[in-house]
Structure formats: structure tokens, C-alpha cells
């Protein structure tokens, strides 16, 4: 069915019809056309910031918390520069949003006009497409587009930036349209003889480790995760993004690796043989001196992305698939192989570090609380099927590593940009 209507009804239609209900910004002089419609929708709810950048954080953490793309839109020129940082946060983690935002109209494009910014190409290292729509005709395709290449492949931002005569003037709208995406095809389904070399791996190894990334949630892979970790008695650390994904109570679990983490997780990759690297970007964080970085270990490295496999670590079998695919496979492949690898030496040695160096804190004579026991009381209180927002710094790091997390995607914060 096709009706007449402008553009900015067309981009609120759009909106609706891939199941947006909440969207965060502030109006501003370009984005204005498309106010009356986002108003008069009774699908759509238009959340009021104080700042731009808070509308692209509020659309990140949407997206966490529900897994669905989150959305935020925000005038030309300041108001769209605002949204940066945020656009850069969910392209460093993952996250996907959609950005949309108003441009001048298209005679002045190019002028340096009031409140005029290049922000396709100002944001176009920091998402993974961005859109310049001029041609009212253009805005329920780019929209249907924008979501499908956000929350698809690897999930990240994508910025959808509308002139202002283009809100403005009439288009004919119809719904589904059809995309037109030819050179992007995410391969999610890994390689079956890579799978085979991983599983030969894992049965000739003798210190093996699962060091599990956000990739893994993102995947919602955390029951092949365990599944295969329980098949395997391989042990498994968690990164930052990726708490929860497979539970702190778990006796397999070594707790978080890297700078911040736990003796037992940063033992078990040093002192380790393989390295099964899944949804991980093998981050400075984690790996520190990369020369001096697991120096025994082999590498499997597992994720949907093929330009983060051997950019930092060299893999010696590289799988690109989604992490959910990829489990799925190495699971069959492990139980069709049947070898069980004999890891008793290795776990008494991982369990030692348990024992010997747990993660501790001080206390104060005065009766002062320390900040870690505040976490760790906070978790026994209210316990593991909270959600847990932190920001970045001190405080990030004591709920990383003091509360417990026994639930994927319940700890929500920033990891790569760290804002």
C-alpha cells in the first residue's frame, strides 16, 4: 500500500515499522520537520535529553539492556557533532544505534551554512555506515537499511543524516522497501575445517583456556558457552564485556583478565598452551606487552569481524562465524573426536593461584566501609538478576571484579572508549 506524505512522516512510518518505541534527542532547526510526527505517534516515544551526547548514551544503554537497536536523533551542525563520543562508544563496543540526524537543506550543503557540519564524514571512522538522504523517496529504505546493518554481522552504529528540504517535501511511501546492500553479506557460519583444526588443537593441549569476549553475548552464546566449557573441564575467563556471560560461581570460572583482573585469569592465559579466543578483540587491557603475552600459547581466535583476527595476535587457526555458529560447530566436532584432554595438572595449578591469590581489599579499624565491600555487600543484597550500570574508572573496576555476575548482559558499561 503507498500513500503520499512528507518526508518527515515517512521517516516516523519507518521508524514504526521496525518496531522503534523509544527515541532519545533534543530538537534543534533542521531535525524540527520531523517533531510534528514523532509528536502525533502513538508508537513512538520521544525521550528529552539535556545534551546530545546523552541521547547517544541513553540509545547505547537502551541497546544493552534490551538487545534491540537503540536510536537518537539530534539537530545539524553542534547537534550532531555532539553525538561523536557516543557513536564512537558503540563502534569500540559493539553496540548497535542508530543516529539521526537533521542536515541544511540540500542547496546548502557544501556552503559551510548556519549550523551547518559534515558529520557523514566526520563520523565515518567511528561507524559502520553512515548515510547522506536527500531525496524524501530515499528515507524508509535508508532507515530499513540503517537497522538491518546495525543489529546484523557485527552490531555497531550507523548514522542516517536527513536535509531539511528532504524532511519537508512530499515522497509516496510503501512499505516493506526493498534494500539495496549489495556488498554487504556478514558471514556468520564458520569454516568447517577450521572448526576440525580447533577441536585437533583443544584434544592435543595440556593448559588450555576459554577467554571469552562481548562476542559472545552479543551472539546470545553464553549456553553453547557453558555447554562446550563443561563438555571440555577447560577453564574460562570473562572480559569486562562479556561478565556474566558465563557465571562467577561456576568452579571453571577464573574471573576477568588482564591489568585489572584476577591472579587466577591472568595465570591461566600466561602459563596457558592454547588460547581459545571467542568474540575477543585481544585489547591492550588484557594483553599488555603483547611480546611478553601468553608466550606458550597457540591461538584459536573465533569472531564475526575478520579484520580483528591477527590484528593484534597472531591466530593460528582463524575462525570467522558467529560466535553461537562457531560454538555450536566446535561442540559437535569436540563430542565427534571423543579424545577428553587430561587437564588434572593444569587445574591444580589454576586452583592454587584460586586459593593463594584471591581478590582482596582493606579494612578499616575506624569503621570506615571500603568501596569493594560496599560492591560485594550491594551483590549479596540485591543479587545476580539486577542489571548493574557503572562508568569508567575506579568504581568500574570494584563492580567488575566485587559483584557478582551470574547472568549475561547484567553488567552494562564502557569498555574500549572508556567515556
Known sequence: MTERMTGAQALVRALEHVGVDTVFGIPGGAILPAYDPLYDSVKVRHVLVRHEQGAGHAAEGYAQATGKVGVCMATSGPGATNLVTPLADAFMDSVPIVAITGQVASPMIGTDAFQEADISGITMPITKH?????????????????????????????????????????????????????????????????????????????????????????????????????????????????????????PQHMGMPGMHGTVSAVGALQQSDLIIGLGVRFDDRVTGDLSTFAPYAKIVHADIDPAEISKNRHADVPIVGDCKEVLTDLIAAVQAGGQKGDYDEWWRLLNGYKRTYPLGYEQFEDGSLAPQYVMERLSAIVGPDAYYVAGVGQHQMWASQFIDYENPGTFINSGGAGT
Do not use: C
Request: proline fraction near 9%.
Open 130 to 250: 553512515n548515510f547522506l538522504v536527500t531525496d524524501p523517496a530515499d528515507i524508509a529504505r535508508t532507515i530499513m537499511e540503517a537497522f538491518h546493518i546495525a543489529s546484523t554481522g557485527r552490531p555497531g552504529p550507523v548514522l542516517v543524516d536527513i536535509s531539511k528540504d528532504a524532511l519537508q517535501a512530499e515522497t509516496t511511501f510503501s512499505w516493506p522497501p526493498v534494500m539495496q546492500l549489495p556488498g554487504y553479506r556478514p558471514v556468520t557460519r564458520p569454516h568447517s575445517k577450521q572448526i576440525r583444526e580447533a577441536a585437533k588443537l583443544i584434544a592435543e593441549s595440556r593448559r588450555p583456556v576459554l577467554y571469552v569476549g562481548g562476542g559472545v553475548h552479543k551472539a546470545h552464546a553464553s549456553t553453547e558457552l557453558l555447554q562446550l566449557a563443561e563438555l571440555t573441564n577447560i577453564p574460562v575467563v570473562t572480559t569486562l564485556m562479556a561478565r556474566g556471560t558465563f557465571p562467577d560461581g561456576h
